[in-house]
């Protein structure tokens, strides 16, 4: 009776590492980073969206998300 419940223990226990590897490998982890890192954010002072400061056009000391909003100056 003893060799058969610590079987029966030795079994669950073993499906449990298993199942757990398995969703370990499913999950994968963070995905790769693609590309050079974003840098600094910043707004722009029309609409207050945030941007990469390297995406960004300066113009009169302003920041700005497009040419619309250097057009359209800051709100």
Same mark, same amino acid.
């Given at each position: 009776? !003893?060799?058969?419940?610590?079987?029966? %223990?030795? =079994?669950?226990?073993?499906?449990?590492?298993?199942?757990?590897? =398995?969703?370990?490998?499913?999950? !994968?982890?963070?995905?790769?980073?693609? !590309?050079?890192?974003?840098?600094?954010? %910043?707004?722009?002072?029309?609409?207050? %969206?945030? =941007?990469?400061?390297?995406?960004?056009?300066?113009?009169?000391?302003?920041?700005?998300?497009?040419?619309?909003? %250097?057009?359209?100056?800051?709100?």
């Amino acid at each position: 009776m !003893g060799r058969i419940l610590l079987l029966i %223990v030795a =079994l669950f226990i073993l499906i449990w590492l298993v199942r757990g590897l =398995l969703i370990t490998r499913k999950r !994968g982890g963070p995905p790769p980073a693609s !590309g050079k890192p974003a840098g600094e954010l %910043v707004h722009c002072a029309h609409c207050g %969206v945030l =941007l990469p400061r390297a995406e960004a056009r300066m113009a009169a000391g302003a920041i700005y998300c497009s040419e619309e909003h %250097v057009r359209l100056g800051p709100r």
